[in-house]
């Protein structure tokens, strides 16, 4: 699949047609994802010369839209299923990105010896992120200045696990907290107002953020989509 931004540029990404393959549904590219890659681009501000921390990369669309646009300092795109993280790192090399390291397993050995390349753009790590088993410290690891994820919010029995990690990221800073954006659609709305209480439950505030003004990917623009900013 290849589509053009608004540059003239273009990202690729190979991708499932099938909406759940191979046990997981990160191989198919979600309306919040191309929305969410929109809005980067119309606030390339909020991602230049920072690094940034992504949640349930995915095909990895949003991630190289803001590396391709954005002027991130560092990228790492993080996943859980084995399958995701390999077609993560063809992806970003389909889009002539260096990956510094790919860390199949968070704290492994191929984290800490990453090779250096002379190239341009970010750095870029993937990385096996276990909501259920990361630490604070593990988190701290990423110096992440903004964290996004994209439609993440779709099963309530992971609500509880997903706030938790949006918990330890806001308090696992030594200074300041990093910005957390959240793309969701809105396709069960019970799912979604359970997540809204489950922040407020642990103490996040949230504010909807405006949408991009803008259409420059394929979707559906009846479907509901809106962004979260977090809080503490």
């Given at each position: 699949e290849?589509i053009?931004?608004?540059?003239g540029?273009?990202?690729?990404?190979?991708?499932?047609?099938?909406?759940?393959?191979?046990?997981?549904?990160?191989?198919?590219?979600?309306?919040?994802?191309?929305y969410?890659?929109?809005?980067?681009?119309?606030?390339?501000?909020?991602?230049?010369?920072?690094?940034?921390?992504?949640?349930?990369?995915?095909?990895g669309?949003?991630?190289?839209?803001?590396?391709?646009?954005?002027?991130?300092?560092?990228?790492?795109?993080?996943?859980h299923?084995?399958?995701?993280?390999?077609?993560?790192?063809?992806?970003?090399?389909?889009?002539?990105?260096?990956?510094?390291?790919?860390?199949?397993?968070?704290?492994?050995?191929?984290?800490?010896?990453?090779?250096?390349?002379?190239?341009?753009?970010?750095?870029?790590?993937?990385?096996?992120?276990?909501?259920?088993?990361?630490?604070?410290?593990?988190?701290?690891?990423?110096?992440?200045?903004?964290?996004?994820?994209?439609?993440?919010?779709?099963?309530p029995?992971?609500?509880?696990?997903?706030?938790?990690?949006?918990?330890k990221?806001?308090?696992?800073?030594?200074?300041?907290?990093?910005?957390?954006?959240?793309?969701?659609?809105?396709?069960?709305?019970?799912?979604?107002?359970?997540?809204?209480?489950?922040?407020?439950?642990?103490?996040?505030?949230?504010?909807?953020?405006?949408?991009?003004?803008?259409?420059?990917f394929?979707?559906?623009?009846?479907?509901?989509?809106s962004?979260?900013?977090?809080?503490?």
């Amino acid at each position: 699949e290849l589509i053009k931004k608004p540059s003239g540029g273009a990202v690729t990404v190979q991708e499932n047609v099938a909406i759940i393959s191979q046990g997981t549904t990160g191989l198919v590219t979600w309306d919040a994802g191309l929305y969410l890659a929109e809005w980067a681009l119309e606030n390339p501000l909020v991602f230049t010369n920072r690094r940034i921390l992504e949640l349930g990369s995915g095909t990895g669309l949003t991630g190289i839209t803001i590396c391709k646009a954005c002027g991130p300092r560092a990228y790492a795109f993080t996943d859980h299923h084995q399958r995701v993280l390999e077609g993560l790192s063809e992806n970003i090399h389909l889009n002539g990105f260096f990956v510094l390291s790919e860390c199949h397993r968070l704290g492994g050995e191929s984290c800490g010896d990453a090779e250096l390349a002379e190239s341009q753009g970010p750095s870029i790590i993937t990385a096996e992120l276990d909501w259920n088993s990361v630490t604070e410290q593990q988190l701290a690891e990423f110096q992440a200045d903004v964290v996004i994820a994209a439609d993440v919010v779709f099963d309530p029995d992971l609500t509880q696990t997903l706030v938790a990690v949006l918990q330890k990221l806001l308090t696992s800073a030594d200074d300041s907290p990093p910005e957390i954006y959240i793309a969701s659609t809105c396709r069960n709305p019970d799912t979604y107002s359970h997540f809204q209480r489950a922040l407020e439950h642990a103490g996040i505030r949230w504010t909807v953020v405006p949408g991009p003004r803008k259409n420059f990917f394929p979707y559906d623009r009846n479907t509901k989509i809106s962004i979260l900013k977090l809080l503490l």
